[in-house]
């Protein structure tokens, strides 16, 4: 494992390379995300300025769920979205017949070797945002919560690196599945909104069970926001679910990669 980690670490280290050849762009990113970010806080506060609730969100709570899908979001892309959005063009140019040939873990290579660090500025937001909502609840956060937010955190993420990097195996029979991986982007909408904002119509419920049970992203970002807020009606079968549902998208998402590399035919031959 520790080789691992040093090629981990060198591909931190070409990306951060790469960020500081271009400052202008990530000032530009920056501003953006900025701007990105002040928008969504002003939408939701003239929201909560007419209502007390969202459902059995309050501000604050909604705050913390906002921070939370805003933190998953980052380090999805600052880590595997550029490697997933380029995958098809690395087997188009035969680029994945020297990540084959490379004495490491193929799929290793191609989900970390490019690296979106200003994205970073995205997870300080979100980071400043939860602290702030906390502040505002005013409920102590023991450290056992806190060391199942980070895990849960992590199990998010794992679970929508997995439904990215199993998107971006069907480039090996599509050649380009720019319309699949925008999907990602459509499907992940979703889970912007806490579950409970879905239910009081058929249509909602119907979403709501769909991105809860069959494609759970609306369960793996809900689940750390109520651990975090101490709104979690049955924490244990939340944090078990969500666990398990990282775990075995893990699992499926490396079945699928091995079986569409033995479905490839290298670009020399």
């Not at 990105?36 to 007419?50: C, D, K, S």
């Not at 480039?171 to 239910?199: E, K």
């Not at 490396?254 to 670009?267: D, G, I």
């Amino acid at each position: 494992m520790k080789y691992y980690g040093r090629v981990l670490w060198t591909f931190f280290v070409n990306a951060l390379v790469r960020e500081m050849s271009f400052r202008s762009n990530f000032v530009i990113n920056f501003i953006t995300r900025a701007f990105w970010f002040t928008a969504q806080i002003v939408l939701f506060e003239l929201i909560y300025g007419q209502v007390a609730s969202i459902n059995d969100w309050s501000r604050a709570e909604y705050f913390a769920f906002m921070a939370t899908g805003m933190l998953i979001n980052a380090l999805v892309e600052a880590f595997f979205m550029p490697n997933c959005a380029a995958f098809s063009e690395t087997i188009r140019t035969g680029n994945l017949d020297f990540a084959l040939l490379k004495p490491i873990d193929t799929q290793f290579l191609v989900s970390l070797e490019k690296m979106d660090l200003s994205m970073i500025t995205q997870v300080l937001f979100a980071v400043g945002l939860l602290g702030y909502a906390l502040l505002e609840l005013g409920r102590p956060i023991s450290l056992g919560q806190a060391i199942t937010y980070i895990c849960l955190v992590a199990a998010a993420v794992a679970f929508f690196y997995s439904l990215m990097i199993s998107l971006a195996c069907t480039s090996i029979w599509f050649g380009r599945n720019q319309g699949l991986l925008d999907f990602w982007f459509y499907v992940t909408i979703f889970a912007r909104y806490p579950s409970s904002i879905y239910s009081g119509s058929v249509m909602g419920e119907v979403i709501r069970f769909l991105f809860s049970y069959v494609i759970p992203i609306l369960l793996v970002v809900t689940v750390p926001a109520r651990v975090v807020t101490s709104m979690l009606l049955d924490p244990k079968w939340g944090i078990a679910m969500t666990l398990a549902l990282a775990g075995l998208s893990l699992l499926v998402s490396r079945r699928v990669f091995q079986f569409s590399l033995t479905a490839y035919r290298s670009a020399s031959s």
